[in-house]
């Protein structure tokens, strides 16, 4: 008897020490600390963020969540008030959340561009294709099989521009498959099916070791991939950290911030990923 | 199977030199999934014994229930739980989106129904004349209960390893209501998801190494536990 009562007194309290240093519990933050970051995976998958809000954080005093999601889903966080600041790469989607009045301040950060990759035996006989459009109408009448992301993502996004570009609708066609996956993840699918993909060039750099796809199609204006960020508007929702959110905007396109997104990655790829644009204009881009 | 032999080496390589960040990742995985281990365990012990002991009506609905329970899915936790906790949801007061708490309670929602249904099953399984005995050797209804327990002891710890081995090993939940933030609610699976999607196949291993250590230790601990000589 005394035995197994010492067994089960020794489990209570090896149980009640994990309890006691159990996390979170006793970490209420003043809410005005922290800011809902939601953005694209592209900015964390490249690591660009790691390098950022780190820097942020120290400066300001306010603490950054990063929700890394497409930014199709980080809009539709912003439009119910559960993010504070956007940072995302879909301009038509982005000026219709800005008419409708869920953000404000969009502001331009970066670009980089978009490419379609696929197998080096290339069947559709895309490589070198200036245009995009042209390219798509290739892969379609070639019949071979095109991995979509399918996830209302930025990439998704712009995959569906250059669709209709080319006067073709791949829903529901055979050789049009989706993965509904992140960028990383379809580009491993696309390379493990051999078939081709639309990717936007920092996340293809960054795997490009593991895939075996090459870059067929770069450089056509349609492919630029414009990143803004957006203040969620907190007339709308009033629980919204809208000083967050604006120190964390204008942090984006301070000099120092844009400095560093210039030479982000040209140590460990040997070229940038993303090419700082604050106060440009969208349009003069990709000129 | 290089990816496996260099995340083996990975791994060990994080680990003695004691990597700061990979080590912090594992120790939170270790206290939001025995929190939520030890919450469960609770709720699971006491419910799943207060039903297996009483007769009630309806009482197989709620067993059925609790059974369907074992095999909730964490993506359907880890939503519901994240819609709840939105700050224009019904818990927004509480502003413990994207927290360790917020893993806490979504984990425990996932164990909860494990550890109830096997407890409700062992002390269920025992001799219905055990239950008699006890009382008729004076023993109050609290201490025949907690007589009950112990003689269940056994199966009762494998509740709890299920339980455990049920959370430690979640991600839907987790990424979902945490919101793998860096140095904050990232923990083992959500960043073994986050290093595959960045195609750091050697690190994903690596941390999934790391995951299986740990899984192995607790329920190693836990098995010294309940094969100890039982007393007779």
């Known amino acids: ?103 404000v301040n969009r502001r331009i950060i970066m670009h980089n561009d978009f490419v379609i990759v696929g197998p080096p035996s290339d069947r559709a006989g895309i490589k070198g294709v200036k245009s995009a459009a042209e390219a798509f109408k290739k892969i379609a009448a070639a019949n071979v099989i095109f991995m979509s992301r399918g996830d209302n993502s930025g990439t998704h996004a712009k995959e569906k521009v250059i669709w209709k ?12 498959q989706e993965t509904g996956l992140g960028m990383g993840q379809t580009l491993a699918v696309a390379a493990e099916k051999k078939t ?20 067929l199609t770069e450089g ?37 911030t844009q400095k560093i997104i210039e030479t982000f990655g040209v140590e460990k790829f040997g070229s940038p990923l993303f090419f700082p644009d604050a106060g440009k204009k969208e349009e003069a881009l990709g000129k | 199977m290089d990816i496996v032999v260099e995340g083996i080496k990975h791994a060990f390589i994080l680990l003695l030199t004691l990597d700061r960040e990979v080590l912090g990742i594992t120790w939170l995985s270790l206290k939001i999934s025995g929190s939520a281990t030890f919450l469960s365990m609770f ?62 309670i979504a984990q425990t929602v996932i164990a909860t129904p494990i550890v109830m249904g096997i407890s409700l099953a062992a002390i269920q399984h025992l001799p219905a004349n055990l239950k008699l005995q006890i009382l008729a050797l004076g023993a109050t209804r609290l201490q025949m209960v907690w007589m009950l327990v112990k003689e269940a002891r056994l199966p009762l710890l494998a509740a709890v390893m299920a339980g455990f081995g049920g959370v430690i090993s979640e991600v839907g939940a987790s990424i979902m209501v945490g919101g793998n933030i860096k140095g904050y609610s990232r923990v083992l699976t959500t960043a073994t998801v986050m290093e595959t999607g960045k195609g750091n196949f050697d690190i994903a291993m690596a941390l999934s190494i790391i995951l299986l250590l740990l899984a192995f230790t607790i329920n190693a601990i836990l098995t010294h536990i309940q094969q100890r000589e039982r007393p007779r």
Not at chain 2, 64 to 75: A, C, D, E, Q, Y
Not at chain 2, 85 to 93: A, D, S, T, V
Request: net charge positive; with cysteine; hydrophobic share 45%.
């Open chain 1, 196 to 215: 081709y993909t639309l990717a936007d060039r920092g996340t293809y750099l960054a795997l490009k070791k593991n895939l075996g796809l090459d870059i």
């Open chain 1, 165 to 176: 570009a080319a006067g073709i609708t791949p829903g529901g066609q055979k050789w049009h």
């Open chain 1, 220 to 256: 056509d204006a349609i492919l630029l991939n414009i990143y803004h960020v957006i203040e969620v508007n907190p007339l709308k929702w009033p629980r919204v950290n809208a000083a967050g959110a604006k120190a964390f905007a204008d942090f984006m396109v301070s000099k120092q």
């Open chain 1, 1 to 103: 008897m005394k035995k197994s009562q010492r067994a089960s007194n020794g489990l209570w309290i090896a149980l009640l020490c994990l309890f006691m240093l159990s996390p979170g519990l006793s970490a209420a933050r003043p809410a005005q600390r922290n800011i809902i970051l939601s953005t694209t995976t592209s900015t964390q998958d490249s690591g660009l963020l790691d390098v950022l809000i780190p820097i942020f954080e120290k400066k300001t005093g306010y603490f950054v969540k990063t929700i890394a999601v497409g930014s199709g889903q980080a809009m539709a966080m912003g439009q119910k008030g559960e993010a504070d600041v956007l940072l995302v790469h879909s301009p038509a989607a982005e000026k219709k959340f800005i008419a409708e009045g869920y953000g």
């Open chain 2, 43 to 104: 709720i699971g012990v006491s419910v799943g014994t207060a039903v297996a002991l009483n007769q009630f009506p309806g009482r197989r609905f709620v067993v059925s229930l609790i059974n369907t329970g074992m095999g909730l899915p964490p993506v359907v936790v880890g939503l519901f739980v994240t819609i709840s906790l939105w700050r224009h949801g019904p818990l927004g007061f509480l502003e413990i989106l994207y927290t360790p708490t917020a893993i806490v």
